[in-house]
DNA sequence: GTCGGGTTAG
DNA sequence: CTAACCCGAC
């Protein structure tokens, strides 16, 4: 089973470069982030035309996470509350969270805050953001043991997840109080796909469209595919395929594939 | 001497099609109207590199009218009120005014307002501004007895200035009012030039950007030289060039070249 | 800096 | 449909 994540910075300006990547790329699962778009605006059929089904979660202009798949999903649900239905509303105002089943696997897309600048309001919202996942994914565990959490994390665990070029200690994505709290959450059991197969720094998932960062490769890994033990154990591969950022106009992301 | 008019849309997004256009037709003197773009930014230089002279009236992001010109004008005023000192500032706020004299010739480029609907209050704009433009060439008249009006006018005098499709009775740039206001205008003492040489319909100088109007030929010939008596009799011809509307990219607006 | 969406205008 | 601006994001 392949489990792509993408954050594809807008579905309907990414549209086509999506659809030729799926048609050379079959999947399993895609999962993509920031689609920037109402559900009613979803551009499903180019998705149905390839055989594949869409859930979706959006809203106007910002965040908005689906997930595409060959095959039908099941306990489908979006946000945090249909697991935690005591939370308050301000988590699931923004659509950052998208969950379904498949042959026995959870696949869990997030697209977590980016948190904009240290110590900043939002930078505190994506902190405890992540402890009310920790919360949610404690949940799901109990219902199923088997869970690939994927997306857009905005956090590179360690040094060598980012280019040479920054000091990440008191960088966005890289402060020690955000790396502590992804590190809080994977503690409930899970797994980097992408470090059982490649330990060498220098691999990266996203590069800003400023300064010519794609061009030096100057770049952060923080997409990412976290697997619960078995998983884990199963998985076969986890691949970053750098050509689609390569195209024109392309997203800052590109996608990451893991196989299981 | 050769007078041509061109609503360019953006002179920033369409300076090479226009300076291509200018090498391949010279012409004594290009008018051009929205140019949306602040003097200090306008792109003089490659009107230069052709050995014309730049005088413009520009605005941020609207409106904006230029005389390009390989001879120096005299005698250049921008808006209403160098000749009208009285009138309110109201007139002169949007820039869609620029006239300039040459070989006793004086030229007037216009950008008059769209009107935007019916009894809207551009509508109501429009007509008032219509009878400002009056009292400025009445004015006009009394320095200099040759004068070429020129510009985008927004208005269709007759039904065979309209493509079929279009009822004009009820139509901005076409209602009633609007026409009897343009023709008050030319009752001081203006002809059409376009109408000496060519009295069929189905000429047009703009096709809308939406419903490939411009495919299906549904254009509008809005874009006009009003000719005091002597020039219209001196006219030699005066050709609407479809070529650039041909172009990507283009502006919904071709050029207009009356030869006197 | 660079992008995407939304808005306003035509 | 097209262009410019504004805004928010990163």
Redesign the pocket.
Known sequence: MKIATWNV??????LEQVVDWLKQNPVDVLCLQ?????DH?FPRSPFENLGYHSYISGQ????GVALISQQQLTDVTTGFTPILPDIEPIWDEQKRVITGVIDGVRIVNL?V????AIASE?YEYKLRWLTVLKEYLRSLLLLQPSICICGDF?IALEDKDIHEKVKAENH??ASPAERQALRDVLELGFADAFRKFTTEGGHFS?W?????SFRRNQGWRIDHHYLTPVLYEQAKSCIIDVSPRKLT????HTPVIVEI
Chains 1, 2 share one sequence.
């Not at 106007?60 to 965040?63: F, I, L």
């Not at 800003?208 to 010519?212: E, F």
């Open positions: 910075n807008s579905i309907r300006t990414r920031e689609t920037k778009v109402i605006d106007k202009a910002y965040n697209y805050p980016n948190g904009s939002k905005n966005i994505m996203w800003d469209y400023r300064a010519a106009q392309p997203s800052d």
